[in-house]
T-cell receptor
Framework: KAGVTQTPRYLIKTRGQQVTLSCSPISGHRSVSWYQQTPGQGLQFLFEYFSETQRNKGNFPGRFSGRQFSNSRSEMNVSTLELGDSALYLC???????????????FGSGTRLTVV | AQSVTQLGSHVSVSEGALVLLRCNYSSSVPPYLFWYVQYPNQGLQLLLKYTSAATLVKGINGFEAEFKKSETSFHLTKPSAHMSDAAEYFCAVSSFSNDYKLSFGAGTTVTVRA
């Protein structure tokens, strides 16, 4: 079974540009979450999508957005990039939400975004 | 609200020695607890998880953790460190009160000395 696939692995963007990151979850997993990892703030929750609907959102500005497609693949978008957006962005998937499903998430290898 | 505190941002052990990484959690409802490992330039790999079954949880690569409700702890141990255990380790908590979102600790970097 293929794992969680994130593309691209590395990105360099200029301040003010926008960027789109992609995540393909494990086959059969319908919940996709995104996390930002930085040395200063650690791992922070961005948002979760399930059945094409955003179910949870972290404390990030509106420049961060996402969506999920009918095949459960997800994208996140960051507009008007700032230097502080430089981070490792991790996608995680699990089969479902709530009780009765595995509570552990499977993570992808991440996309390393550098804003210059 | 839920949170995790990992005691010690860096731990250095000798090869063959015991690895002990400390994690304390805060949760107003029964928690689910996880340990993840991250190698350089990689994502997070699940080592083990506690989901209200046995309090002593065995994971991959010889790691295990014990859930102690009275101490609100979920410490990770491995009897004998190997060079390949050098990585960063994260403890995380989730619960239904937080809609099962993962809240992570700050992480502990493990260095293994030959």
């Amino acid at each position: 079974k293929a794992g969680v696939t994130q593309t691209p692995r590395y990105l360099i963007k200029t301040r003010g540009q926008q960027v789109t990151l992609s995540c393909s979850p494990i086959s059969g997993h319908r919940s996709v979450s995104w996390y930002q990892q930085t040395p200063g703030q650690g791992l922070q929750f961005l948002f979760e999508y399930f059945s094409e609907t955003q179910r949870n959102k972290g404390n990030f500005p509106g420049r961060f957005s996402g969506r999920q497609f009918s095949n459960s693949r997800s994208e996140m978008n960051v507009s008007t990039l700032e230097l502080g957006d430089s981070a490792l962005y991790l996608c995680a998937s699990r089969e479902g939400r709530g009780q009765g499903y595995d509570y552990g998430y499977t993570f992808g290898s991440g996309t390393r975004l550098t804003v210059v | 609200a839920q949170s995790v505190t990992q005691l010690g941002s860096h731990v250095s052990v000798s090869e063959g020695a015991l690895v002990l990484l400390r994690c304390n959690y805060s949760s107003s409802v029964p928690p689910y607890l996880f340990w993840y490992v991250q190698y350089p330039n990689q994502g997070l790999q699940l080592l083990l998880k506690y989901t209200s079954a046995a309090t002593l949880v065995k994971g991959i690569n010889g790691f295990e953790a014990e859930f102690k409700k009275s101490e609100t702890s979920f410490h990770l141990t491995k009897p004998s460190a190997h060079m390949s255990d050098a990585a960063e380790y994260f403890c995380a908590v989730s619960s239904f009160s937080n809609d099962y979102k993962l809240s992570f600790g700050a992480g502990t970097t493990v260095t293994v000395r030959a």
